[in-house]
């Protein structure tokens, strides 16, 4: 009895150190630091500026964090996210390192200004960065160079935009210690340098091949965050790729201006739909739904509000058409209208922000044949006279079988139908139907013709 009871207390015993064991491995791996690496690759729009944002903000609200690597690869982007993305960098109490990744990458346009932002930058061999001169649009996209075609005397506009961007980044430079001059140089020439010729000049900080190379670089250097020196302690961390969640993979779905665009011109067109010819409401729930969407993803766009009204003129004027035909006046106005919205629709120079023509022309023949054919069919079938049911028996003419002055029968349609009437009746004599009660008819004595 006692040697069942000695064994039970040993498993006890045995099980407890286990669980004890497993709390501690738990602790002492939630108590081990961890370093983010954030990726933005491809043009930076509104989806990238989320992502980074929303991870800077999150590594800053954790107490395990002892860096966050960025890793660049791309050709430029919106100056309105790139400012979003700068602002979380300069702000951030938690070390970002920015690291040129991977072998072939760029730091082009708005790519430099964020490495210029970073707390240690760094690139990997066969990278390049610079060529951050900025572009003659409303929304300010630093990118690509000026126009050749453009004059050689910028415009009053050009200069402000210019004189800001290079304000931006030798103030950056300023604030990091870094090369200021060919910062300027990358923005009013738009310079170009390689990574060996990066580090030479003293644009960045070290040339490394990945971002776990970087971490070990950099391990017990120190850096300034804000006004203090903090001394990197990377020998033991955990790194962790963070990809995009599915919000940000919609958002940068939807702010593709092709995807926008065509959401657009599905919501419209759907509303439309429903309005000619109502019914279970599909038509006019998908448009509703497509159309919201498109103008969540066109308020993250820099939007020309001028392309925008000559978009909805020239779909009116295809409407126009379809409702009063004006011998194609409309029709051609409305197709001009529609091309040149469409093309001013988005207001940059950044070719991968810009809707394709090749879709433009697509959509508006697709508009012209929609809104003059279909949605002016609709509209003819809705003016006609109904040639069935109740509302076409009523006004209807019939044909007395026999005389009668209450109750009889007359002839409607090749059909014998039972009938009332207020007055009497004679044999072959031509009825106005006024009322259908179940299945008889109430008829009065023709009216003459005026």
């Known amino acids: 009895m006692f040697h069942w009871i000695y064994r039970i207390v040993l498993l006890l015993l045995f099980l407890l150190s286990a669980q004890l064991m497993a709390v501690q491995t738990i602790q002492l791996s939630a108590d081990k630091m961890r370093v983010p690496v954030l990726a933005i690759k491809g043009a930076i729009g509104p989806a990238v500026g989320d992502y980074i944002s929303q991870e800077i903000t999150l590594a800053n609200n954790q107490q395990q964090v002892a860096a966050i690597v960025l890793t660049i690869d791309t050709p ?99 604030l990091r210690g870094r090369n200021a001059e060919w910062a300027e140089l990358a923005v009013t020439e738009a310079a170009t340098m390689s990574a060996q010729e990066a580090l030479a000049a003293k644009v960045i900080n070290l040339i490394v091949q990945t971002p776990e190379q970087l971490l070990l670089a950099l391990d017990g250097t120190s850096i300034t965050i804000g006004q203090h020196q903090r001394k990197l302690n990377l020998t033991d961390v955990a790194v962790e790729y963070r990809t995009p969640d599915w919000r940000n993979q919609f958002i940068a779905t939807i702010t593709d201006p092709n995807i926008a665009y065509i959401l657009m011109m599905l919501g419209i067109y759907g509303l439309l739909l429903e309005f000619y010819s109502p019914g279970i409401g599909i038509a006019g729930v998908t448009g509703a739904i497509s159309l919201l ?18 978009l909805i003129l020239g779909i009116s004027l295809l409407v126009l058409e379809s409702l009063i035909p004006s011998f194609g006046l409309f029709g051609f106005g409305g197709m001009v209208a529609f091309i040149i919205g469409s093309i001013f629709l988005i207001d ?84 106005t139907i006024d009322a259908l009660k179940g299945l008889t008819l109430c008829v009065s004595e023709k009216t003459a013709n005026p």
């Open 293 to 310: 969407v498109a103008l969540y993803a066109f308020q993250l766009l820099p939007l020309n509000y001028a392309g925008l009204a000559l």
């Open 76 to 174: 430029g982007g919106l100056s309105s996210s790139l400012r979003v993305i700068n602002q979380h960098i300069l702000s951030s109490k938690v070390p970002i390192l920015c690291l040129v990744y991977p072998q072939g990458a760029r730091a082009a346009s708005a790519g430099t200004y964020i490495l210029y932002a970073c707390h240690i930058a760094a690139m990997s061999s066969a990278t390049t960065l610079g060529a951050a001169t900025p572009v003659m649009i409303g929304g300010g996209l630093p990118g690509s160079q000026k126009s050749p075609e453009k004059s050689a005397e910028p415009t009053a506009m050009e200069k402000k935009i210019l004189n800001d961007s290079v304000a931006y980044i030798r103030s950056l430079a300023q």
């Open 348 to 431: 940059t120079q950044q070719e991968y922000f810009q809707i394709s023509r090749k879709l433009i022309m697509f959509i508006a023949m697709s508009s012209a044949l929609f809104t003059v054919f279909i949605l002016g069919y609709l509209w003819r079938v809705r003016q006609n006279k109904v040639v069935s049911g109740a509302e076409a028996i009523i006004g209807a003419h019939a044909a007395v079988l026999e005389d009668f002055s209450a109750q009889g029968y007359v002839l409607f349609n090749g059909e014998r139908w039972a009938a009332t009437s207020q007055q009497p009746l004679t044999k072959g004599q031509i009825v």
